[in-house]
């Protein structure tokens, strides 16, 4: 399997409870995935390190369900600035999980039900 870089963000948008995002972010801090490491850049904790997978949007979606798993943090993003600008093979992946993070948290704070998200997915791939 071919090494992948892989970034990960959370926007606290909207805000955690008070408190909850630095207990997480110091979990994840202290027991990040083999290979990371967890800074604060620009006001945002983000997540960054090499992962072994079978495509790059198959190691992002490893990282951000281990993290979710083990420390209870959903990131949010794949620290894509301006997606809709990203369109190459290059970044084709990356910006898809990075689309994905978002939908997902945005579903959320807006009641879709993630089997909804899914269906919806599903019905417009083919």
């Not at 990075?98 to 704070?109: D, F, S």
Request: hydrophobic share 45%.
């Amino acid at each position: 399997m071919t090494p992948y870089r892989v970034t990960l963000v959370y926007d606290d948008f909207p805000a955690l409870p008070e408190g909850e995002l630095d207990r997480l972010v110091a979990a994840l801090a202290a027991d990040p995935p083999a290979g990371f490491s967890c800074k604060q850049r620009y006001g945002a904790p983000v997540l960054t390190g090499l992962r072994e997978a079978e495509s790059q949007f198959a190691a992002i979606a490893e990282v951000a369900a281990e993290v979710k798993e083990r420390h209870g943090l959903a990131f949010n993003s794949a620290g894509v600035e301006k997606p809709d600008e990203w369109l190459s093979d290059e970044y084709d992946q990356e910006t898809a999980a990075h689309l994905v993070l978002a939908a997902v948290h945005r579903a959320k704070h807006c009641g879709v039900d993630p089997a909804d998200l899914t269906r919806l997915i599903a019905a417009l791939r083919d």
